[in-house]
């Protein structure tokens, strides 16, 4: 099962996307546990997951959280302004599994 972590500056912006990435994960037979959480939380949710994607909003937490991915030896990016502010849960989850796959 992949378990794919989202952080955003509340938690709440991602929730939406989380979903479209959930419907999209089951349409292709994909086991996938898609969560959201605020930036408080990231660090903390990083050890459960996979992969972080941080919101576009969060750009800037990218190198502090980048330390902890490593040590933890997951991916991290920031996700597509584009795709998130088209709630694009396909290409979204498309490209945090081609990150995973580079691990």
Do not use: H
Request: neutral net charge; contains cysteine; charged residues 30%.
């Amino acid at each position: 099962m992949k378990k794919i972590l989202l952080a955003c500056s509340s938690g709440m912006s991602t929730s939406l996307l989380v979903s479209k990435m959930k419907s999209y994960a089951e349409s292709i037979g994909d086991e996938a546990e898609i969560w959201a959480v605020g930036q408080d939380q990231a660090q903390q949710e990083m050890e459960k997951a996979d992969i972080l994607l941080i919101g576009p909003q969060m750009r800037f937490m990218k190198k502090k959280l980048a330390k902890f991915a490593d040590e933890l030896n997951i991916p991290l990016d920031v996700i597509d302004p584009v795709a998130y502010g088209r709630i694009d849960g396909e290409a979204v989850y498309k490209k945090a599994l081609q990150l995973m796959s580079k691990k």
